[in-house]
């Protein structure tokens, strides 16, 4: 992967394509938003284990991606211009490369910007995933490939009397988000089905890291404390704070996408921690580990509500445990903790720059 320090150079797509050398090297997979959560961690899991890893990322007007930098300069990992709404050059991608798995993680996987964006939301999640199941078919009449859907919670809908949600719970999707991905979901079976595809879906129930989208609560809420800890602001603006959330850490879901793909057959997993806690319970450990009292800061704002709400997730991963032997490794309180910890550092970080600033003078 091209960088001149954070700023990476995408190299021209036919560079990588080398299908000769392919039955003498590594094992090569190709990950769809890579540039997200989950796909840099998914990324640096897949290199640890020896694979060429190849990502997709969207040209954009910043060259910056701070979740890549960990990987950016080693050399088996290549990054590729590309959309998962742009069929023809996707196909044109897995068929050149010629990847063993593929992992499709792309998505507009904000809930409530679902509700304001829908179209394009189904447009990424539903007939993006299919144009990586079409691409895959094709690659699969060649020589044999492994594709990995992003599957959610969220088609569960979280309706009373449901919890705790297993691979049998019915689907009943309340987003535009939930919809498009349950069509995707839906369509990873049928290619299955129809074509003998090893295609499979994880459900993953929510999952943080201090690389979490900063919109999502988690994260809203960890920048929230560091920052009103560094005294660069004092109120956090939330929404519904009765919600409760199956939530686990992203470090820990990346290994269980990787170990459905190594499985003898292709099958849809759960993957949870087998808790729930409310957004209130997360600002109670996120302010108490900064020594702050939540009650003091937080404010709810009619502009973080959803038109439609999922009440209550909690995951049945005990499918997960048995076939996969996976397991989550930290717990609710430590993900909390390391997300604040995380965040206060940078708030620091903001206030000494800001200080260095004012102390120049600059300020004006
Ligand atoms: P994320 O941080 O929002 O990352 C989404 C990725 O998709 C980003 O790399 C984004 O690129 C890319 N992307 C968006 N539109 C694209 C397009 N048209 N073509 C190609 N790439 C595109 O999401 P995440 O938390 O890592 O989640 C990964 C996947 O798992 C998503 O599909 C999500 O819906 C699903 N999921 C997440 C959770 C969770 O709790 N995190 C739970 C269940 C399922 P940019 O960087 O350019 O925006
Ligand atoms: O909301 C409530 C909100 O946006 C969690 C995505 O990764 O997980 C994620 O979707 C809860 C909801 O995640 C605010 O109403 C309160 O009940 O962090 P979130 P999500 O909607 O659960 C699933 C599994 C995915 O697949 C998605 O891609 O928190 N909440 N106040 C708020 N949420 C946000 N974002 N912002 C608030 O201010």
């Known amino acids: 992967m091209g960088a001149t320090g954070s700023h990476f150079v995408i190299p021209l797509t036919h560079q990588t394509s080398l299908p000769q050398s392919h039955l003498k090297s590594p094992r ?19 290199l640890a284990k020896g694979y060429d890893v190849h990502g997709v990322v969207r040209r954009s007007s910043n060259l910056t991606r701070d979740r890549l930098d960990r990987i950016s300069d080693l050399p088996r990992s ?37 509700f304001d964006n ?3 939301t189904v447009e990424v999640g539903a007939m993006g995933a299919l144009n990586v199941l079409e691409a895959a078919r094709l690659l699969n009449e060649r020589r044999p ?4 859907q992003a599957s959610t919670s969220e088609m569960f809908g979280g309706a009373p009397g449901t919890a705790p949600q297993s691979e049998t719970t019915r689907f009943h999707p309340r987003s535009p988000y939930g919809c498009a991905k349950l069509y995707a979901h839906a369509q990873v079976i049928n ?4 074509y003998d595809l090893f295609a499979c879906c994880g459900i993953l129930f929510n999952h943080e890291s201090p690389r979490r989208g900063e919109n ?32 686990g850490y992203a470090g820990d879901f990346v290994e269980a996408m990787w170990l459905m793909l190594q499985q003898e ?39 973080f509500f959803r038109p439609a709400e999922v009440d209550v997730l909690l995951g049945d991963a005990s499918k997960a445990a048995e076939k996969l032997n996976w397991r989550p490794t930290t717990s609710f309180e430590s993900l909390a903790r390391m997300m604040v910890e995380h965040d206060r550092d940078l708030a620091q970080r903001e206030r000494w720059a800001q200080e260095r600033i004012a102390h120049a003078g600059l300020e004006k």
């Open 145 to 148: 490939v492994r594709v990995y």
């Open 28 to 46: 090569r997979a190709l990950i769809t938003g890579i540039s997200g959560q989950d796909g840099s961690y998914l990324a640096e899991f897949l």
């Open 265 to 303: 057959s292709p099958e849809e997993y759960v993957i949870a921690t087998g808790e729930t806690h409310s957004v209130r319970e997360f600002l109670e450990v996120a302010f108490t580990t900064a020594g702050l009292d939540w009650r003091e800061h937080v404010e709810t704002d009619e502009r």
């Open 78 to 114: 290549n990054l590729h211009y590309g959309d998962v709404t742009d069929a023809s050059s996707l196909m044109r991608l897995v068929l050149e490369l010629e990847p063993d798995e593929i992992y499709n993680l792309a998505a507009q996987s904000h809930v409530r910007v679902s």
């Open 118 to 120: 829908p179209g394009y």
């Open 191 to 194: 290619y299955r089905e129809s």
């Open 216 to 247: 999502f609560v988690t994260r809203k809420i960890s920048l929230g404390v560091g920052r009103i800890r560094e005294g660069l602001q004092e109120k956090l603006c939330l929404g519904n704070l009765e919600a409760r959330r199956d939530w």
